[in-house]
């Protein structure tokens, strides 16, 4: 989180960098803060605008003193192509930033990071995980981590390491890509974990963190994991905007570096497990 702090425009704000000639990188002068956007994906984003990425999203249009505006498409395959890309002739394109990509993503101009994060072992307190609170202690249960089902879903962090420890047998397989257009990854979670379908999972950290926020009735205990030769568990995130628009990219930059405290807040009251490059947690 240091460099972003240092992405600071000593001479020009954000307002000023806003208002630049359009020559400046081919775009008109920006009227709205246009966000490509899921319309049904919890945490992150939804319609009604209660994921963190529609309230990070509002902090920034408000910070330049512009109307919010979405482009609305889910987030599956060809996502970038059909908005941030999107453009009909003699139409302007349809959105011009989306709020959350990996820090190095191809498809796009993408910013520093904003935040990392990890994915995470859920269980509910009570139950037969009690005590674990790290993935070493899960592998420590040795002949009982047989019982255990741990629901993961396909081709993830999860998946990979319940191989690598050769545990595949306890893990329990869940579709990554759904059709359904109301599907919420956090399900695994609230309603197969707290059902006692499975005894744990392993998502993603900001879906695991909310998914916790959620529930009543148990308590779940949400346990960051950290990355291991051979299992990446954390990631960073970024921001991500048209190749060739280098003023707004200077613009999104500036509008994280000077907003990263207001940012980080609304991460946690999400819940979202914050981890620092080490993968150690953020407090």
């Not at 992405?7 to 954000?14: D, K, S």
């Not at 890309?85 to 520093?112: H, N």
């Not at 919420?184 to 900001?206: F, M, R, S």
């Amino acid at each position: 989180m240091a460099s972003l702090r240092r992405l600071g425009v000593a001479a020009f704000g954000t307002l000023a960098l806003l208002s630049g000639s359009a020559s400046a990188d081919e775009a008109p002068v920006r009227k709205a803060f246009r966000v490509c956007s899921d319309p049904a994906n919890l945490p992150f984003s939804n319609q009604a605008g209660e994921g963190f990425e529609n309230k990070i999203a509002e902090l920034l249009a408000g910070k330049v003193g512009l109307p919010l505006e979405y482009y609305y498409f889910p987030q599956r395959l060809n996502f970038v192509r059909n908005t941030l890309r999107f453009k009909l002739p003699d139409e302007d394109y349809r959105c011009d930033v989306i709020m959350g990509v990996p820090v190095g993503f191809e498809q796009v101009a993408a910013t520093p990071a904003y935040f990392r994060s990890t994915y995470a072992l859920v269980y509910v307190k009570g139950r037969k995980l009690d005590g674990v609170s790290s993935a070493a202690d899960l592998l420590a249960l040795g002949e009982k981590l047989k019982s255990v089902r741990i629901g993961v879903y396909d081709r993830s962090p999860g998946t990979a390491w319940l191989a690598q420890h050769g545990i595949v047998d306890s893990g329990v397989p869940y579709r990554m890509m759904n059709a359904r257009p109301d599907f919420y990854p956090g399900e695994i979670v609230e309603k197969d974990l707290v059902a006692g379908d499975i005894d744990a999972a392993i998502v993603w950290g900001p879906v695991a963190g909310y998914a916790a926020s959620r529930v009543t009735g148990v308590e779940l205990v949400v346990i960051p994991l950290k990355s291991e030769p051979g299992v990446k568990f954390d990631f960073a995130v970024a921001m991500g905007v048209r190749f060739g628009e280098p003023n707004w990219k200077r613009t999104i930059e500036t509008l994280i570096a000077e907003n990263q405290a207001q940012i980080l807040q609304i991460l946690r009251e999400y819940r979202v497990p914050l981890v620092d490059e080490n993968g150690n947690p953020v407090p």
